[in-house]
Nanobody
């Protein structure tokens, strides 16, 4: 059974940092394309960043230079380091694994940026 479990969300002040984790079981983060998405209240879910199985990373323009996606193959865990957070980053953050026709989502973790 494949499971993706996000953690690390919470309340942070503008300008602060958070590191999200996505603990994966049933598949290997090193053999799947792994991604982070987010969904703000009243908005569609949007893509944030991707990490390919070969290690290439790409991120959305809205987070470029502030967010970093990486993984720990030994822990089978995906991360999203988020710096210089703004209220516009408030959302539920989801991780996703994709390989071919297979795709798996986590349940999400809430990130709230507010003073």
């Amino acid at each position: 059974q494949v499971q993706l479990a996000e953690s690390g969300g919470g309340l942070v002040q503008p300008g602060g940092s958070l590191r999200l984790s996505c603990t994966v079981s049933g598949i290997s983060v090193s053999s799947y394309a792994m991604m982070w998405y987010r969904q703000a209240p009243g908005k569609l879910r949007e893509w944030v960043a991707s990490l390919t199985s070969s290690g290439l990373t790409i991120s959305a323009d809205s987070v470029k230079g502030r967010f970093t996606i990486d993984r720990d193959n030994a822990k089978n865990t995906l991360y999203l380091q988020m710096n210089s957070l703004t209220p516009e980053d408030t959302a539920v953050y989801y991780c996703k694994g994709v390989r071919g026709a297979n795709q798996y989502w986590g349940q999400g973790t809430q990130v709230t940026v507010s003073s």
